[in-house]
Structure formats: C-alpha cells, structure tokens
C-alpha cells in the first residue's frame, strides 16, 4: 500500500469537491425528489464512487501510518485538505504526569511543536474543554479559546495562527489520553458541520491506528530499554538460542572472549577450552532448550588462573534478539549466560573512573551509577539531589568523553578500563 504522500499529493479541488459531496451531511428530500428517486444519475454515482475509493484509499493510509510513523504527517496533511483547515495535531498526555506530547502535525512550525514538547503544552487545556462523548466533535471558537485558555493562546496559539478548532478526544484510559484537533485561522470562516461530519466519519480509524501506534513505541522504547540494561551489567551477559548460538553479548562479556583463556567465541559460538566443559554447556544447553527451570552451573577450572570461570546457564525472559522485542513477544528456547570471573582484579570504582576521563569526584560516581545500570532518577535519589544536577553532570560526562549517549559512557568505561585492570596493577590505571 503506497503511503499518503505518493497517493494523495495534492488533492484536486474536484476530487476535494466530490469527497465532500459524498459524505455531506444527510439533507431531506423533497416530495419531486423522492418521485424522482428511481431516475439514475451516472454522473453523481460516478462522483460517489470516486469519492469512496478516495475515502478507503486515506483509511489504508492511516492504518499504515499505525506501522510507519513516517506516514503521520502525511495523513495529518490530508486530513486538512479534506476538512479545508489550516494546520491539525495529534496529541498524547500521560495520565499519570499530566504532559501533553504533540505526536503528529500538519501546518504547525517545528519550532512551535518543539516549544510545545519542551514545556509550554502544560498551558494546553483543550481536553478540559471538550465536552462531547469519545471520538465525538467539539467545535471551538476564538473567542471560546481565548476565553478558557488565556496562556495557551498567547504562547501557542496566537503564534500558529489557530483560531478555530475542531477537537476531538480519540481514548482515554488510565495511561493516556489521545486527541484530535484541525485548525482554522483567527481571520478564516469558522467551521461548519460538514466539516465535523466529515471528521466524525474519520475519528474511529485515526483512534484505532493511534493506539496502534503507541503501543509499538512503547515496545520499541522497552526494547531499547532492555539492550541498555544488558549492556550495563557489571558482569559478561550473553543471550543464545536454543541451539546455544549467540545472539547478544555485553562489552564485558566480549572482553573476556578476547581475553580469558578458558572461553572464546568462534563461529558466534560459545567455545569452552576442553572438551569435557565444552560437553557440560552442550548439556546445559540441552536442558534450559528442553523447559528446565533451574539454572545450571559450570565451573570452568583453568591451569593459568587460580579461581574457576563461572557461566550461569537459565531460560531467559527476554528474545534471544533484543531488537526482535520490538515486533514480537519472547522467542522460545531463549536462553541466558552470566560470566563470572572470581579472580578478576576488575574493580570499577569512582577515583579510578575519574583518573581515567579527568572526570570531577560527582561525575565519577554518575559514571559509576550508569556502569552499575542505574537511571538517572535512581541516581538523583541515592545522591540526595535534583535530577537536572544530574542531567547536567551526564552532558559533562558526555562532552569530556566525546559520546552522546549513556550507553555509549559505559561501553567506553568497561573498553578501557577492564583490559588495564585485568593487567594486574593495584596502583596505575
């Protein structure tokens, strides 16, 4: 199915003009008329027809919007033309912080939309003001708008030109609420009820696809949420199939398949330095594949190391993919492996960390909470501070560094400081 832009463009005002015909607001008919109803009139099914087709063809679009973010605009784009407005937004607000979040938009600078995202949408009190049932049309006026929402207007609206608006609330439940609005300028017609009507027609589907769209985001944040706990273990974590081949690995993991001389990686495969550990993980493997609930232990005994490898074989709760989790629910017969070297003189501690990257004492132990995995409201907590100060020592951390990303401290953190410190040195770095 082809997205809105390659199919819609821009509608021609015929196109438009049938549309509207179409899907008017039923009108009754007078007595010649219905005397009159059993005359054909091929030109008017013919505008009907092409109308309908134009209708399907925008509700496909907007259920691909559901998948393909991208399309959101799109849609919002044709949603104007069909209801002659100027600009229209769907918006989100989390029931549980009261934020609205301006998810998709038509006619509306970036800048504004970003102003909006930053902070000026907690002036937006158009939910309050609908007073229609669930995928119903409100119509709101200027002089209703300025009247209930004096801020909103003087940040938002006055700068976007918005001085009509058809409002829709799409869902409410305990998590979120989902909005619909269209605009029309402060010096433009207000809007009449075809325009509703034709909106109404249209509501459910954008309703549906919103929800759609929401909760695979969600999926898509839990997804990068888990690759980055995974990643911050302070210990080797890896995930395999049944079959025992690897599909993740964290970097401490991937330090000792470099380094450690019991275990290896070959062909994306665990490779144990004896054949008879080597057996026991096939083993383990075997029982985790085949539904066993308790974890299996394998010690690792090695002439060149005074204390055992430790690998910890259970199914895991989690794909064997971490980017399948975007898409789909936890792959059967995903198995987990923790690496665990009790002789590692591997010790990650702030003076070190901060030696290292010329990091002050406070952004050390921010380094080290984000190594350890926690986030930075857990951070906030511990330290006894407000979390934009630690905000601000994270974008220190970053600029000292030369990341961007928090995942991206801790894999250069791990990188540089386990080779040195499996080096065996006390003293130097």
């Known amino acids: 199915m082809g997205g809105c832009g390659r199919r819609w463009g821009w509608l021609s005002s015929g196109k438009k003009q049938a549309f509207r015909n179409r899907w008017a607001?039923?009108?009754?008919?007078?007595?010649?008329i219905n005397q009159c109803a059993d005359t054909t009139d091929y030109s008017q099914n013919s505008a009907n027809e092409s109308a309908s087709q134009t209708l399907l063809d925008f509700i496909g679009?907007?259920?691909e919007a559901a998948l393909n973010p991208d399309n959101w605009d799109n849609v919002m784009e044709t949603l104007c033309q069909l209801t002659g407005s100027k600009s229209s937004v769907l918006v989100i607000q989390d029931q549980?912080?009261?934020?609205?979040?301006?998810?998709?938009?038509?006619?509306?600078?970036?800048?504004?939309?970003?102003?909006?995202?930053a902070g000026l949408g907690k002036y937006d009190n158009t939910f309050s003001l609908i007073k229609t049932p669930l995928n119903d049309v409100m119509v709101l006026n200027k002089d209703e708008l300025i009247r209930n929402t004096p801020s909103?207007?003087?940040?938002?609206?006055?700068?976007?030109?918005?001085?009509?608006?058809l409002a829709v609330e799409l869902h409410r439940d305990g998590k979120v609420r989902i909005g619909l609005a269209v605009h029309r300028g402060f010096n433009a017609e207000p809007f009449d009820a075809e325009a509703s009507f034709v909106l109404r027609q249209i509501t459910p589907h954008i309703c549906r696809a919103a929800l759609i769209s929401e909760e695979l985001r969600s999926a898509r944040q839990q997804a990068l949420d888990i690759s980055s706990l995974l990643e911050n273990?302070?210990?080797?974590?890896?995930?395999?199939?049944?079959?025992?081949h690897v599909k993740y690995h964290n970097a401490i993991a991937r330090h000792m398949f470099d380094s450690h001389e019991a275990i290896a990686?070959?062909?994306?495969?665990?490779?144990?330095?004896s054949r008879s550990y080597q057996q026991q993980l096939i083993a383990a493997l075997a029982k985790q594949a085949a539904d066993q609930r308790a974890a299996e232990v394998i010690s690792v005994s090695h002439p060149a190391y005074s204390y055992p490898?430790?690998?910890?074989?259970?199914?895991?709760?989690?794909?064997?993919?971490?980017?399948?989790?975007?898409?789909?629910?936890?792959?059967?017969?995903?198995?987990?492996?923790?690496?665990?070297?009790?002789?590692s003189t591997l010790v990650l501690t702030s003076d070190r960390i901060a030696l290292a990257f010329n990091l002050t004492a406070a952004e050390a132990e921010v380094a080290l909470s984000l190594v350890?995995?926690?986030?930075?409201?857990?951070?906030?907590?511990?330290?006894?501070?407000?979390?934009?100060?630690?905000?601000?020592?994270?974008?220190?951390?970053?600029?000292k560094l030369g990341v961007n990303k928090q995942q991206e401290v801790v894999r250069m953190i791990v990188q540089t400081l386990l080779p040195v410190a499996d080096s065996g040195s006390s003293t130097d770095l």
């Open 152 to 165: 909103f207007t003087q940040f938002i609206m006055k700068p976007a030109d918005i001085g009509h608006m």
């Open 61 to 63: 679009d907007i259920y």
């Open 265 to 273: 990686l070959k062909d994306e495969r665990i490779q144990l330095f």
């Open 309 to 343: 490898l430790v690998l910890f074989v259970g199914r895991s709760n989690q794909t064997a993919d971490p980017e399948a989790v975007r898409t789909a629910p936890a792959e059967a017969g995903a198995i987990s492996i923790y690496l665990c070297d009790p002789g």
């Open 25 to 32: 607001m039923p009108q009754k008919k007078n007595k010649a």
């Open 233 to 244: 273990m302070p210990f080797g974590t890896l995930i395999t199939d049944a079959s025992g």
């Open 96 to 117: 549980q912080t009261g934020v609205n979040r301006i998810t998709s938009m038509h006619g509306i600078s970036r800048l504004i939309t970003l102003a909006y995202n």
């Open 372 to 399: 350890n995995g926690l986030k930075l409201a857990d951070i906030a907590e511990n330290k006894s501070v407000g979390i934009e100060t630690v905000r601000s020592q994270v974008k220190n951390i970053f600029h």
